[in-house]
């Protein structure tokens, strides 16, 4: 049997882990089932806490139309998990900002989908597959950070 070629054995590697992601990503979903919150708001919760960005940059970071961001705004300022305020000097520039109970959905939000990252990674995981697997993931939030110019949430974490 012939060897595969490395750039075969990377495009195996590359769609097995998007696989896994997306597989993975449900399971965060379900979790989020008991917060009342979904993935997307999260998402973009996330953003709005790791900065002081306007909607248009929110909307490229969080990979969605501008349109579809101003949904997601009146949801989570229905929820009173965000007020817009206005920026001094600027008519019409608005910025998002977490309330105190945005804080709070968040941080649940997280621990949810902590708890169920933790439980896939239960104790039938070998512990250096567990480490090599939330490394991988801390070293993915790191790219996506740097790519995107985002810190982490500055909200508090429980």
Not at 75 to 84: K, S, V
Request: proline letters at 5%; glycine letters at 6%.
């Amino acid at each position: 049997m012939e060897r595969e070629r490395p750039e075969a054995e990377a495009e195996q590697e590359l769609a097995a882990a998007v696989r896994a992601i997306a597989f993975t990503a449900r399971r965060l979903e379900r979790a989020l089932g008991e917060t009342d919150m979904t993935l997307p708001q999260f998402r973009v919760l996330a953003l709005i806490a790791s900065s002081s960005a306007r909607a248009g940059r929110i909307a490229e970071q969080a990979a969605v139309s501008r349109p579809s961001l101003t949904g997601l705004l009146d949801g989570l300022e229905a929820r009173g998990w965000i007020r817009r305020v206005s920026v001094a000097g600027d008519r019409r520039g608005v910025l998002p900002e977490v309330t105190p109970a945005g804080a709070r959905a968040f941080c649940k939000a997280e621990a949810a989908m902590s708890n169920a990252l933790g439980d896939l990674l239960d104790d039938d995981t070998p512990s250096a597959a567990r480490t090599r697997v939330l490394h991988g993931l801390t070293a993915l939030g790191d790219i996506l950070r740097a790519r995107s110019q985002i810190d982490a949430p500055r909200v508090p974490t429980r």
